[in-house]
């Protein structure tokens, strides 16, 4: 798996389950070069935090969402899945 893959999968909790649990990704203090890739192409959000150490938070967007869902066998992600506002609802819950 190629690392960007690794972090979108990670961000939702993947690299565990084959259904997402979660949304995001704790950076600490510096930018991480590939989510700042992910922020710009609009798969991916930022909010500078006090959590996660005064750092950073990134949370894959639903444009990211469904890129995983149209690769979900790269991804491990369970192939039930095909509308990913529903399954980005689900998570947010």
């Given at each position: 798996m190629f690392?960007?893959?690794?972090?979108?999968?990670h961000?939702l909790?993947?690299?565990?389950?084959?259904?997402p649990?979660?949304n995001?990704?704790c950076?600490?203090?510096n930018?991480?070069?590939?989510?700042e890739?992910?922020?710009?192409?609009?798969y991916?959000?930022r909010r500078?935090?006090s959590?996660?150490s005064g750092g950073?938070?990134y949370?894959?967007?639903?444009k990211g969402?469904?890129h995983?869902?149209?690769?979900?066998?790269?991804?491990?992600?369970d192939?039930?899945?095909?509308?990913?506002?529903k399954?980005?609802?689900?998570?947010?819950?």
């Open positions: 690392k960007h893959q690794e972090m979108l999968t961000a909790g993947l690299n565990y389950k084959k259904i649990f979660r995001y990704y950076a600490g203090k930018p991480i070069k590939i989510w890739f992910f922020v710009k192409k609009g991916a959000t500078d935090t959590e996660c950073i938070y949370h894959v967007s639903v969402l469904d995983i869902i149209r690769h979900a066998s790269v991804y491990g992600l192939k039930r899945f095909k509308d990913a506002e399954l980005m609802e689900r998570i947010e819950r």
